[in-house]
C-alpha cells in the first residue's frame, strides 16, 4: 500500500478498522467459530464500511475506508485463498493493504499480500467499461488463517453511493456501515428486507460531525435459488443518500425526490444529437419514405435499428450514463441499451415524428420503484418510447427478436421515468399477458404396434417466439436438430424426432412455427386386452414445485397460454374402457381447462393452461404447490382402450 498518498486521518481510520476487527475476533477463539459453524468451510468476521462526507471547496468530498476479514474453518476452505474489490474512474482507488494472519507459536503473524492483478471487471452484458476489479491472492492460507484487506476509494459524483449488503454466500459474524457527515450535510436512507428490523441503527455527534451507523450481527449465509428474482429482493440492504449540503449560505439539494434524480439524469442528454446529421435524416427520410403513419415510421426505424445496429455496451466513467450521438452509433453500426435509445428517438425526429424520447428504467434485477428509492440505484437501463393516443409503445433495441408492441420480457411490470412536456413522467410498463405469449399446438396420433406416431405443428408467439429464435441463433446440423428436439420433446425419452421444417424464422410479426414428425416407443403400457395411454405428453409446469424451505420468491421470466390439442386415432380393434373426467381450474395463479372429446374415431383432448402471476411471494409457495399437485393428479390420468 502506497501509505504517503494517504492523509494521516485515512490512516488513522484504516486502523481503526484493523483494531475493531481484531477486538471483535478475539472475543471468540477458532474453536468457538468451528462450534457455532461446523457446515461451513470458511466465515466472514467483519465486514465494514466507513464513509467520511465533508464540504469542501463549496463541493462535497467523500471518501469511504473498507474492512474484510475472513477466518478459514476447514481444509477445503483453504482453496479459496483469492478476494477481490472494485473501483473506477467515477469511484477512485486511493490505497489498499491486505495480508493473511496465521497463528506461530500462539502469537498471531501477518504475512503481506505481494501478488495481486487489477483486471477489468466482468459484468453481464457489458463489453468494455471502467470499473477495475483489484484481485488479492492470500499467501499461506491454512486452516485457523485469516484473509484481511482494507481499501480507501473516494467518490467523485455524490449522486453514485454504494448500497451495503447486510449479507453474503458465507455466514458473517458482523457487518456495519457508518457514515461521519458535517453537520450542514443532510443524509437520508432506505432499508430494504429487513421486516423484523434487526438492523441496528444509531446516531450521534462526534468531533462536529453527525455519526450514523447501521450494523448487524449473526448473519446466516445467502441461499440463491434457481428463479430467484435476484439477492437484492431477499437479503437486507441499506441505500443511504446525501440529500443536500449547504455551502457559504446556499444549500445545493442532491438526491431524495424524483425531481431531484430527473434533474441529473437530464443533465446528460440536454444537448444530444442538437447537432443535425445530413447523412442519418437523408437515410432515415429514405428508409421510412413508403410509411403514411407515424406508428408506421416508428415501427420501421425500430426494427432497422434492431437489425443494424449491434448491441454491445461500452461503458467508461459517465459514458455509462451519457448516452452517445446518433450519428456516432450510425457511423459505428454498435452502441449500448442508451445508445439504441439515442439513434432511435433522433431518427424518429427526422422522419417528423415528435413523439418518440428517451427514457430511463431499472430491469427487474432491481425491486425498487422510484417511490421507494429515488437515486440512479433505482435504474440500470435505457430505452426510447412513443407516444400513441394516452398509451406508449416501449422500444428496446438491445433485444433483438422482441416483436414492436410489447416491451422486452426483463423490464415487465417495472415504471419508466422520461420527459414529457418539459415534466417528468413515470410511467407503468405492463406485464404482458399469457395470451400474447401463447405456444399453440396440433398433435395427431395414430397408434402402430408399439409405437406411438405423431404427426404435430407448435406455434409460438410473444416472448415465446423470441426467445427460441435467440437461444437457436444460427445453430445448424445436428446441434439445430437437437435444440429443436429438446424444444417439441413429448412423452419420454425414446422421443424420435424424424424431420422437422421451419418457418417464420424472420419476421417478428409472425408465429415462430416448427411442423414436425415423430415417434415415440416403450410409452403405451398394454395389459391383456387393455392399452393405456396417457395423452398428456406435455405435464406443463409440472416440476414447478416449490421447496418447503425455500427462502427466495419464485420468479417467471413471462407469463404463457399453453393451448394443445391432441387428437387420438382410435384402432379400428378398439373401444373406449375408461375416459377421465373433464377438468377445469381457475385461482389466482393458473386457469386451466382440460376436455376430452370423441368424434367419429378419434379422441381429442383439449388443454388450455395460462399463467396469471409472474412473481411467487412467500405466501404463495403453498397454494402454489396445490395447485401444481391438482395439475400431476390430471397428468396422470390415462385413457383405456380394449381390444376388440
Not at 477445503?76 to 493493504?97: A, P, R, T, V
Not at 422482441?402 to 417528468?424: A, C, W
Request: aromatic share 12%.
Amino acid at each position: 500500500m502506497n501509505w504517503s498518498k494517504l492523509s494521516n486521518k485515512a490512516i488513522f481510520q484504516l486502523l481503526l478498522l484493523v483494531i475493531f476487527s481484531v477486538t471483535v475476533s478475539a472475543q471468540k477463539s477458532f474453536q468457538d467459530f468451528k462450534n457455532l459453524y461446523p457446515n461451513n468451510n470458511e466465515i466472514i468476521i467483519d465486514n465494514s464500511e466507513v464513509y467520511d462526507i465533508a464540504v469542501e471547496n463549496n463541493g462535497l468530498k467523500i471518501i469511504q475506508d473498507n474492512h474484510y476479514e475472513s477466518l478459514i474453518l476447514t481444509q477445503n476452505g483453504i482453496q479459496n485463498n483469492k478476494e477481490s474489490f472494485s473501483y473506477s474512474d467515477l469511484i477512485m482507488l486511493k490505497g489498499y493493504d491486505a495480508y493473511t494472519v496465521v497463528n506461530e507459536n500462539g502469537k498471531e503473524k501477518k504475512i503481506k499480500v505481494t501478488q495481486s492483478n487489477e483486471k477489468q471487471s466482468q459484468q453481464n452484458s457489458i463489453f468494455y467499461n471502467d470499473v477495475k476489479e483489484r484481485q488479492l491472492i492470500f499467501p499461506s492460507v491454512e486452516t485457523g488463517a485469516k484473509k484481511v484487506y482494507n481499501y480507501q476509494t473516494q467518490f467523485v459524483d455524490p449522486h453514485l453511493l454504494h448500497k451495503f449488503i447486510f449479507g453474503s454466500f458465507l455466514p458473517m459474524e458482523n457487518a456495519s456501515i457508518e457514515v461521519r457527515a458535517d453537520k450542514n450535510i443532510v443524509i437520508d436512507y432506505k432499508i430494504f428486507n429487513d421486516p423484523d428490523k434487526t438492523i441496528t441503527f444509531s446516531k450521534t455527534e462526534k468531533k462536529g460531525k453527525w455519526v450514523y451507523k447501521w450494523s448487524l450481527n449473526n448473519i446466516k449465509a445467502a441461499k440463491f435459488e434457481d428463479n430467484s428474482p435476484g439477492y437484492l429482493y431477499d437479503v437486507p440492504h441499506i441505500d443511504f443518500y446525501i440529500k443536500e449540503y449547504t455551502s457559504n449560505n446556499k444549500t445545493t439539494p442532491v438526491l431524495g425526490d424524483v425531481p431531484e434524480l430527473f434533474n441529473y439524469y437530464r443533465g446528460f442528454v440536454k444537448n444530444l444529437n442538437k447537432t443535425e446529421d445530413p447523412d442519418l435524416k437523408a437515410f432515415t427520410l429514405e428508409l421510412t419514405k413508403n410509411n403514411t403513419t407515424d406508428e408506421e415510421k416508428v415501427k420501421t426505424i425500430f426494427y432497422w435499428v434492431k437489425e443494424n445496429i449491434k448491441y454491445i455496451a461500452f461503458e467508461n466513467g459517465y459514458e455509462g450514463f451519457i448516452p452517445r450521438e446518433a450519428s456516432l452509433v450510425y457511423q459505428r453500426k454498435f452502441g449500448d441499451c442508451k445508445d439504441m435509445g439515442s439513434i432511435i428517438s433522433c431518427m424518429a425526429h427526422y422522419a417528423n415524428v415528435k413523439d418518440v424520447t428517451i427514457a430511463w428504467i431499472g430491469t427487474r434485477s432491481i425491486p425498487y420503484s422510484y417511490n421507494d428509492l429515488a437515486t440512479p440505484s433505482v435504474d440500470n437501463h435505457m430505452i426510447a418510447i412513443f407516444k400513441k393516443g394516452n398509451d406508449y409503445i416501449f422500444l428496446d433495441g438491445t433485444d433483438k427478436e422482441t416483436r414492436y408492441g410489447i416491451p422486452t420480457s426483463f423490464i415487465q411490470g417495472k415504471e419508466v421515468l422520461f420527459n414529457e412536456n418539459d415534466q417528468y413522467k413515470i410511467y407503468p410498463v405492463p406485464v404482458v399477458p399469457a395470451i400474447e405469449n401463447e405456444v399453440k399446438e396440433t398433435v395427431n396420433l395414430t397408434i402402430d404396434k408399439s409405437k406411438l406416431v405423431g404427426t404435430a405443428k407448435m406455434s409460438r408467439y410473444g416472448y415465446n417466439r423470441s426467445h427460441i429464435i435467440m437461444q437457436i441463433g444460427d445453430a445448424t446440423n445436428k446441434t439445430r436438430l437437437e435444440m429443436i428436439k429438446s424444444l417439441v420433446l413429448k412423452g419420454n425419452n425414446k422421443f424420435n424426432l424424424k424431420n422437422f421444417k421451419e418457418e417464420n424464422l424472420t419476421n417478428k410479426e409472425l408465429p415462430y412455427v416448427i411442423d414436425y414428425d415423430f415417434d415415440l416407443d416403450n410409452y403405451m403400457v398394454k395389459v391383456d386386452k387393455e392399452i393405456y395411454v396417457n395423452l398428456f405428453l406435455d405435464r406443463i409446469l409440472e416440476s414447478t414445485t416449490l421447496a418447503k424451505d425455500r427462502v427466495s420468491q419464485y420468479e417467471f421470466d413471462y407469463l404463457t397460454q399453453f393451448t394443445i390439442q391432441y387428437a387420438l386415432e382410435i384402432p379400428k380393434n378398439c373401444t373406449i374402457k375408461y375416459l377421465p373426467k373433464n377438468f377445469t381450474l381457475d385461482n389466482d395463479y393458473i386457469k386451466a381447462n382440460f376436455t376430452y372429446e370423441l368424434k367419429n374415431n378419434i379422441l381429442n383432448l383439449n388443454v388450455s393452461l395460462a399463467q396469471k402471476k409472474l412473481l411467487l411471494n412467500k405466501a404463495d409457495f403453498e397454494p402454489w404447490n396445490e395447485t401444481i399437485k391438482k395439475l400431476k393428479t390430471n397428468y396422470n390420468e390415462s385413457i383405456i382402450l380394449l381390444e376388440k
